[in-house]
T-cell receptor, first 112, second 117 residues
Framework: RKEVEQDPGPFNVPEGATVAFNCTYSNSASQSFFWYRQDCRKEPKLLMSVYSSGNEDGRFTAQLNRASQYISLLIRDSKLSDSATYLC?????????????FGAGTQVVVTP | NAGVTQTPKFRVLKTGQSMTLLCAQDMNHEYMYWYRQDPGMGLRLIHY???????AKGEVPDGYNVSRLKKQNFLLGLESAAPSQTSVYFC????????????????FGSGTQLSVL
């Protein structure tokens, strides 16, 4: 079983709609959680860190559910520019340098 | 600032050839990483470094070697390339943790597309 699992999609979303997707992780000791965005053939870039209380950044909302071991990302009022692959990233203990676990990504396609 | 710079961007090798990928960062980051990305899989850590002169194995280190002689540079070497090493390679750097104890983000280079025939 992969340590971090994501629905690969694609999630086809009409412009202006809301889309949400989850990422599950297997290590209950995981401490830090992130969403990265990756455009086709480009490098990943940090979208949001995910805090225990959940957090919002503009149209993006991230939630953490430790009991069920998943994090979620919700995108409201989708824009064409939101089309990308969203990578879920999980890290273990605070001293576990290099122990980031990446999901394979969820592809989102926003259509006009 | 340039951030993280990787060279080359593309390379085609024949089986058995060797090559070195160079990663350079100008942000004075302590930590540097080499990942590979394959279709349907997440980024997998090859090797990483927590400071100048140090290196450590990641998840998939076999067939690769690294060196961090200078803080700003992290080199990834393939001594004898194999078709299984066909992949996109990303270098990244970070300072791991900021002043508030929050996790620092990774800064990635633009990637190297490597094909081994």
């Amino acid at each position: 079983r992969k340590e971090v699992e994501q629905d690969p999609g694609p999630f086809n979303v009409p412009e202006g709609a809301t889309v949400a997707f989850n990422c599950t992780y297997s290590n209950s000791a995981s401490q830090s959680f992130f969403w990265y965005r990756q455009d086709c053939r480009k490098e990943p870039k940090l979208l949001m860190s995910v805090y225990s209380s959940g957090n919002e950044d503009g149209r993006f909302t991230a939630q953490l559910n430790r009991a069920s071991q998943y994090i979620s990302l919700l995108i409201r009022d989708s824009k064409l520019s939101d089309s990308a692959t969203y990578l879920c990233v999980v890290k273990g203990r605070s001293d576990s340098w290099g122990k980031l676990q990446f999901g394979a990504g969820t592809q989102v396609v926003v259509t006009p | 600032n340039a951030g993280v710079t990787q060279t080359p961007k593309f390379r085609v090798l024949k089986t058995g050839q060797s090559m070195t990928l160079l990663c350079a960062q100008d942000m004075n980051h302590e930590y540097m990483y080499w990942y590979r990305q394959d279709p349907g899989m997440g980024l997998r850590l090859i090797h990483y470094s927590v400071g100048e002169g140090t290196t450590a194995k990641g998840e998939v280190p076999d067939g690769y070697n690294v060196s961090r002689l200078k803080k700003q540079n992290f080199l990834l070497g393939l001594e004898s390339a194999a078709p299984s090493q066909t992949s996109v390679y990303f270098c990244a750097s970070s300072n791991d943790r900021n002043d508030r104890g929050r996790e620092e983000k990774l800064f990635f280079g633009s990637g190297t597309q490597l094909s081994v025939l």
